[in-house]
């Protein structure tokens, strides 16, 4: 059963707006969250965090928002360029078993220039 | 800093046929981790590493065997390969102290014919 989901497989937005990725979860024991940009034929690559203890994280371009209670996070890409365009993971990892990282099924974005 | 390398990038095995992926990390990393990427299903974890001398299981680890060599290698193997093994296959490693962050390799694109 998919413990990280990505509702969303896809996202087409124009060069400059504003892309928003969303994530949902159902296990209440996940504390730390991240996002990962993956371009074809590349491993994925690490691109923003957040813990649990904070509900908003900021890295340039790139915001992740934690909403605990919806059990939901988004990804926040302000101005999005073409080189964004790559899929993009949301993963999380339990408390417990902090070993394992549990990971979406993507969402592939595609800005268009 | 070549980070984590996985070798082979390209095989095409037939069903029955045994083979390793192999992947080993020049970080000093101490937990190590074997992924699978499907369409639709994200990334699953097949085995993990905490540390050297140890492994266990993921959500998918049906149908594989994992050795952790040393701290450097962590190895995947099929003894009999299934076509519902036909996946990419990606290794990746951490540090655990204070960090949160998975390093992926390029990943082992497998075809079982």
């Known amino acids: 059963d998919q413990q990280v989901k990505q509702n969303s497989p896809s996202l087409s937005v124009q060069e400059g707006r504003i892309s928003i990725l969303n994530c949902d979860y159902t296990?209440?024991?996940?504390?730390?969250f991240l996002w990962y940009k993956k371009y074809p034929a590349e491993g994925p690559t690490f691109l923003i965090s957040?813990?649990?203890?904070?509900d908003k994280n900021e890295d340039g371009r790139f915001t992740v928002f934690l909403n605990k209670s919806a059990k939901h996070l988004s990804l926040h890409i302000v101005p999005s360029q073409p080189g964004d365009s790559a899929v993009y993971f949301c993963?999380?990892?339990?408390?417990?078993?902090?070993?394992?990282?549990?990971f979406g099924t993507g969402t592939s974005l595609t800005v268009i220039p | 800093n070549a980070g984590v390398t996985q070798t082979p990038k390209f095989q095409v095995l037939k069903t029955g046929q045994s083979m390793t992926l192999q992947c080993a990390q020049d970080?000093?990393?101490?937990?190590m981790y074997w992924y699978r990427q499907d369409p639709g299903m994200g990334l699953r974890l097949i085995y993990y590493s905490a540390s050297e001398g140890t492994t266990d299981k993921g959500e998918v680890p049906n149908g594989y065997n994992v050795s952790r060599l040393n701290k450097r290698e962590f190895s995947l193997r099929l003894e009999s390969a299934a076509p519902s093994q036909t996946s990419v296959y990606f290794c990746a490693s951490r540090q655990p102290t204070g960090a949160n962050v998975l390093t992926f390799g390029a990943g082992s694109r497998l075809t079982v014919l």
């Open positions: 957040i813990s649990s203890i904070k």
């Open positions: 970080m000093n990393h101490n937990s």
């Open positions: 993963a999380a990892r339990p408390l417990l078993t902090g070993n394992q990282f549990y």
């Open positions: 296990n209440s024991m996940f504390d730390y």
